[in-house]
């Protein structure tokens, strides 16, 4: 780099120029250093929580926003970063891959353009060492003006960037896959052998959160191959391999299940590395045996291989999640998902031809009444439906029941469980009385579950029909997408006739999308179908169930896990 300091010209920066540097460079840095990952790349892929969030957290941290600047000169760099408040030293590197971006989308050539990097160190909320990357396309003579004027204004080169923790082909293939998942896009990379590292570039899919609109995931070392399959916009080096991965999906759910059952969480340790031979007999099993399901969960993200000791693996935040005792805990759901509804899907052909749910054709009977003869089973699959909670969690701001809990008035929860969002919603607001309307067993299940607020509840045993009157919010949260349509209609009637003109009915539920983006209630969709008949709706759809039993949508809004609270009342 130059040190020449020519005076400026109209087509050279000039201070006012510099001054929008170092306002960005500024902000950059406080962006930098106020972010958490996993809340961060939640906000990066809207969607993206719970396991795999956990999961995607235990691979990558973030670590650099970027951003590019076009300084005449060294020194004017070096005044640009100590006036934005970082460290106007370090080395500044070539950077190849902007380079070539940068050549290759204004039609010059590689040579003509000096491109360096400075990372700067900025530090996290907790003390982790991150940084400001920061681009320089230095131009003393003034002859890439117009490109450093554009890329100002577009600001293309700005991004974010997750390192990866000891990448390999499949951790890299499994996160590039979870980014394009979640609605991001390849938008180029490369191989820098100055610093012996591979970027991924991705364009953030439009519903991100940040002001960033493109992301890196930075891997150490020479991954060409996997950059060759980012570049070509392949999921993989050959259709066959996408194909084997969504085969083996079946193996990882009973691998997840076999996990939770030999509760091998409870066992690990996420500080402290065991191998299979101090685990075995912890467990029960065969230390050849358990070493081969250790190394699964590896490669899925449940447990992690320390480094350096091969063959002794630590619990990763994803696998504590299998524990009983976790918060959030997703125990009995791994079991439910490696059980019952494993070999209901066994029969998701016959559901296709038949209409009949694959549950049905299993087990002979309806998904209901086969738990309700199996307390232990039932049990279990009532604690499942907690590993859902976290989509309650702004329930208790909705205006609709802050409203009612300003009046100290009365929230009616049917088949509400055993009273997970009911007890959260009477804990938020001591004002508020409560009405659990469920099966016997799972009121009794209920009354234990929500301890000292059970005192501002009662509880009815009954089915639908049973709805009570004279109630000022009513809840249906994860019911309707268990039936068919004509089932819903007779259980909002019912809902409709026992609701007082002027009462609200919440109805929580994921909401089908009207266009191919992936969705979790595409996936629920098919499972609904198979296990219980039923299924998940579009907004529109809801509006003429609600419409056909006297009842009007007034709006609905997005929750946490992609579900939505749909409010109605009395047309």
């Known amino acids: ?96 891959v902007v380079r070539d971006r940068l050549a290759a989308r204004h039609g010059r050539g590689a040579g003509e353009l000096d491109v360096r990097i400075l990372r700067p160190t900025v530090y996290g909320p907790g003390g982790e060492r991150r940084a400001v990357e920061v681009f320089v396309l230095t131009d003393p003579e003034g002859s890439a003006a117009a490109v450093a004027a554009e890329e100002r204004a577009a600001d293309r080169e700005a991004h974010l960037a997750f390192d990866v923790e000891r990448p390999d082909p499949l951790v890299l293939r499994g996160l590039r896959a979870g980014f394009l998942r979640h609605g991001a896009t390849p938008d180029g990379g490369g191989y820098n052998p100055h610093e012996d590292g591979t970027v991924f570039y991705f364009a ?23 950059l060759a399959e980012h ?61 081969t399901l250790l190394r699964y969960l590896a490669m899925v993200g449940v447990v992690a291989e320390e480094p350096g000791a091969r063959g002794s693996f630590r619990l990763t935040d994803a696998g504590l999640l299998l ?58 699959f009532d604690r499942s439906m907690t590993a859902s909670a976290p989509m309650f969690d702004p329930l208790p701001q909705h205006p609709v029941v802050t409203a009612a809990a300003a009046g100290g008035r009365t929230v009616v929860d049917i088949a509400g469980g055993t009273g997970e969002l009911l007890g959260r919603l009477l804990t938020a607001h001591p004002a508020l009385r409560g009405v659990l309307l469920e099966r016997s067993h799972v009121v009794e299940a209920a009354r234990t579950r929500l301890g000292t607020v059970a005192e501002r509840c009662a509880f009815l045993t009954g089915d639908f029909a049973d709805v009570p009157p004279d109630g000022d919010v009513y809840v249906l949260s994860r019911v309707l997408h268990d039936w068919d349509d004509e089932r819903c209609r007779e259980i909002l009637r019912h809902c409709a006739a026992a609701m007082p003109p002027e009462a609200d009915l919440l109805i929580v539920e994921r909401l089908l999308p009207v266009d191919p983006t992936p969705s979790l209630a595409t996936a629920w969709d098919l499972h609904m179908m198979c296990n219980t008949g039923g299924r998940e709706r579009t907004a529109a759809a809801y509006a003429r169930l609600l419409a056909d039993a006297g009842l009007a949508l007034v709006g609905h809004s997005p929750l946490p896990l992609e579900a939505h609270v749909l409010h109605a009342r009395r047309r």
């Open 204 to 226: 953030a899919p439009d519903e991100t959160k940040t002001p960033y609109r493109r992301v890196e995931l930075y891997a150490r070392g020479d991954h060409r191959d996997v």
């Open 1 to 96: 780099m130059t040190t020449t300091s020519p005076a400026p010209t109209a087509d050279r920066p000039t201070p006012a120029d510099a001054a929008t540097d170092v306002e960005r460079l500024r902000a950059a840095a406080g962006f930098v250093r106020e972010q958490e990952t996993p809340d961060l790349l939640a906000r990066v892929l809207p969607g993206l929580d719970g396991p795999e969030l956990r999961a995607m957290t235990e691979r990558c941290r973030f670590a650099h926003a970027a951003l590019l600047v076009s300084p005449p000169d060294e020194r004017v760099l070096r005044a640009e970063l100590a006036a934005a408040g970082l460290s106007p030293d370090g080395e500044a590197r070539p950077s190849v």
């Open 323 to 380: 524990r009983e005792d976790a918060e959030g805990s997703v125990r009995a759901l791994a079991l439910m998902y490696g059980g019952p509804f494993y070999e209901s899907f066994a029969r998701l052909a016959h559901t296709v031809r038949t209409g009949e749910p694959g549950f049905e054709d299993r087990y002979g009977e309806n998904h209901f009444d086969h738990f309700a003869r199996d307390p232990e089973l039932a049990a279990r």
């Open 231 to 291: 570049l070509a916009g392949r999921p993989s080096s050959h259709p066959a391999e996408t194909l084997l991965r969504l085969l083996t999906g079946a193996w990882t759910t009973q691998a997840l299940a076999a996990c939770a059952e030999l509760r091998l969480p409870e066992a690990m340790s996420p500080s402290t590395a065991r191998g299979a031979e101090v685990l075995a007999p912890v467990v029960g099993a065969r230390p050849e045996n358990l070493a």
